[in-house]
């Protein structure tokens, strides 16, 4: 009690002797802070590696146990077989009694040529194959009881590992006592030694089928060729898991050989193509040869020291716009409702905005993007065409999400999605002017699908019959006309209309010239079957004479020899837009009156 006293009176002295100059650190800060901060980055360190311990006490227990169920099951087996196979090393008792018997038959058979002698057995023969047998088979089972050993001592060092910092009660302790350990972990090459007892078991494991083809061998060569041929089979199907991942780093399953096998494989392709950078001066090579070889040799050598996971890392990153295309695919088609397919057309803009991803644009424009872009159009048309489930302000909502999903990703129309709109069952959509609004304002960075949208566009504005200020922006922003112009053809009859098949004539000439498509490349031709539908009565004089120059420049088009690219295509709009013309020519219908 004195002893305790003395030491309370000590620090309580040492409390009162501090000044207001010695509380302050030399940058101004007092010590309570400077612990403070000191306690809350510890905390955090703490905080992040009990959950790593956790999950890595984790594994090596459950590694652990599976293997020593596995090695227990299969010692009792190679036991088992021990016990039959050991007899063939040493005569048994049998043998003797049956040794002495068979020379008493021979005496009492034959007494008068009885030997005087004691017959004495000779040497036990011991035969090769049984030698052979039993020494792998002793080798398999110490080579499995030594796992089994490994795996209980694996045990007991993740419960010491996990357990050795825990008994402190200060912070401070804990954490330098916890980073003391690891590193003593990491320097001893703990995990690299867990990940070793699969690999000694697999020894264990083939040492035991090549003593059980000997020991069969003497048997029977039938029984042989059975159990070998199914054993073959497996060893093929364990040869395939093991090297599989290496040439399609996509595989997370492999066999605990593989890193084994990884590591002979990069380690000799990195030193044969160190030697090769060596060889390759500039003398002999040119200065790219050398540093290609130098980029495969730092990526080998790379892939060898940090093992097959990262190479996987690797592949996936130089592949990530096909991966995430494919994961987004899959998302999309797990999401049953609209509103579910809402918020993921939602987040596209997001995504293509990501600094972390390298392309993420390029997500779309691949299968999978096609696939999204499918989808989005199927979900504008049980927006726009729906029975008024919605209401106005979510349909203007969903127009504007999917108007900024399409402009974000830039994505595709294929010519899946312009026929069913042009033929099947979206042609709904060509009556609702939001979905030529949406088509306009995209900027599709696409040939193909930039000509798909005008297609669909100009089918639109020839299919809506109420010209209200949202057509006329629809109209202005395909045909190029202001809206006085527009207007103005509007009160002429169907003039707007002849208007529009002009410009999507010309667009189609164009398009087909600069791209040098073929005509069965796509369908968007057929929307001129749409566009050319309308009445050609009350037409504007200058229009009429603009559809007679495209007719006449379609015409010299079917005899330029020096295009046979556009000849198709000129023969194809002009019978398309045959009516117009017979309709324009016909001296039976009604004249325009001026106004």
Known sequence: ??????????????????????????????????????????????????????????????????ILLFTGLFSAVVAALLVESMKQLKQQSTDVSAFYLQNIYGVLANQSNAPTGVPVIADFPQPSFAVWVNALWFLSLANSLSCALLATIVQLWARQYTEAARSKVDLHDRALLHAFFAQGAEQSR????????????????????????????????????????????????????????????????????????WSLYTGILSVVLKILKHLTTRRYFSITSWKRLHRWEEGYRRWFQDGIGKAGEDSARTLSSDIFGLALTRTLKSLGEDSGREK????????????YLTNPKGAFKTPHGKEISKTLVGFLHRTL??????????????????????????????????????????????KTVEFGLILSRVNHNHAKTDYRSKCMVAATIATVRERDNRWFELATSQLGHSRPILEYYSEHGDSVLLANCIHICWYMIKAYSENHWNIGADRGLGCLDIVSSFDCGDILPELQREFCQLWNALGVMTKDSTAPRIRPVAMRILKCIRKVYDKLHDTSRPKRRDA
């Open 1 to 66: 009690m004195f002893l305790i006293a003395r030491r309370r009176a000590r620090q309580e002295s040492a409390m009162t002797e501090f000044s207001p100059d010695q509380d302050q650190s030399p940058d101004g800060e007092s010590p309570s802070d400077a612990v403070g901060r000191s306690v809350s980055l510890l905390r955090m360190y703490m905080g992040m590696v009990s959950e790593e311990d956790k999950v890595l006490a984790k594994r090596w227990a459950d590694d652990a146990s599976e």
């Open 344 to 355: 993921f057309f939602k987040g596209i803009p997001e995504f293509c905005n990501s600094a």
């Open 190 to 261: 703990l995990p690299l030694l867990v990940d070793f007892i699969p690999f000694l078991l697999h020894v264990s494991f083939f040492t035991f089928f090549a003593g059980l083809f000997l020991f069969l061998l003497d048997l029977h060569p039938t029984i042989v060729r059975a159990v070998y041929s199914l054993v073959g089979f497996y060893i093929i199907l364990y040869l395939y898991a093991t090297l599989h991942p290496i040439f399609r780093r996509n595989n997370p399953l492999h066999s605990p050989l593989s890193p084994l096998v």
């Open 385 to 430: 065409v729906s029975d008024g489930s919605l209401t106005f302000k979510d349909k203007e909502l969903r127009i504007e999400i999917c108007t900024q999903a399409m402009d974000a990703a830039s994505l595709p129309i294929t010519r899946p999605i312009l026929e069913r709109v042009l033929y099947h069952d979206w042609k709904e959509l060509l």
